[in-house]
């Protein structure tokens, strides 16, 4: 399974938007990058996946670079809601499984 | 709104003892993952089924977990005999065409003492 790379936690204010990065220079040409994020004592929830085009949809918006190494998770306005760990996760099909990494844990200050 | 709900949500048991715990997928979904999470090794995936049948089972100890899916709207992970390291919180997801999200329930936080 291909790795991803994410910084281990990012600060943000509330109401500014945030970009969070991710590293997957081994990444092959039939995997899709998938972005969950685990909210404080519940089960992780999709935010968004995509193949070679960004892609947005009413959580947030993912710009992937030209060459499919690195992709960037992009939260419009952060609320503090938005507090949580986010994974950055690649899958060779969709619909299929997902390995976690440890993730990056986004913090909101008001 | 459709959900996978997990029961039981907290079990504390005994070193030795089974524990069974159970996921219902939501309706129509044909994929069912089982993972485990900890503070030390954070999210695993233990296995997983598509249309009933384990696809992928390489993540659970062998000698003590199985899974099973009796059928279409349950799931079930169980644990026998149960070991102080087995404390964690299993989550069950789910998975359904046209969408490709998983879907994951609350989470069964089991304690092995």
């Known amino acids: 399974d291909a790795k991803t790379t994410q910084p281990n936690s990012m600060e943000s204010n509330e109401e500014e938007p945030v970009h969070l990065p991710c590293n997957h220079s081994t990444i092959s040409g039939t995997d899709y990058i998938h972005w969950y994020r685990q909210l404080p004592s519940q089960g992780p929830e999709y935010v968004i996946h995509g193949l070679t085009s960004n892609v947005n949809n009413r959580m947030a918006s993912l710009a992937i670079a030209e060459d499919r190494k690195s992709s960037t998770l992009i939260l419009h306005r952060a609320t503090l809601r938005d507090a949580a760990v986010y994974y950055c996760?690649?899958?060779?099909?969709?619909?299929?499984?997902?390995?976690f990494g440890q993730g990056t844990e986004l913090s909101v200050k008001p | 709104d459709a959900r996978v709900t997990q029961t039981p949500r907290h079990k504390v048991t005994e070193m030795g003892q089974e524990v069974t715990m159970r996921c219902q997928p939501i309706?129509?979904?044909?994929?069912v993952f089982w993972y485990r999470q900890t503070m030390m090794q954070g999210l695993e995936l233990l296995a997983y089924f598509r249309n009933r049948a384990p696809l992928d089972d390489s993540g659970m100890p062998k000698d003590r977990f199985s899974a099973e899916m009796p059928d279409a709207t349950l799931a079930t992970l169980k644990i026998q005999p149960s070991e102080p390291r087995d404390s964690a919180v299993y989550f069950c997801?789910?998975?359904?065409?046209?969408?490709?999200?998983?879907?994951f329930g609350p989470g069964t936080r089991l304690t092995v003492t």
């Open positions: 309706l129509g979904h044909n994929t």
């Open positions: 996760i690649l899958s060779y099909n969709q619909g299929g499984k997902l390995i």
């Open positions: 997801a789910s998975v359904g065409l046209p969408t490709y999200e998983q879907y």
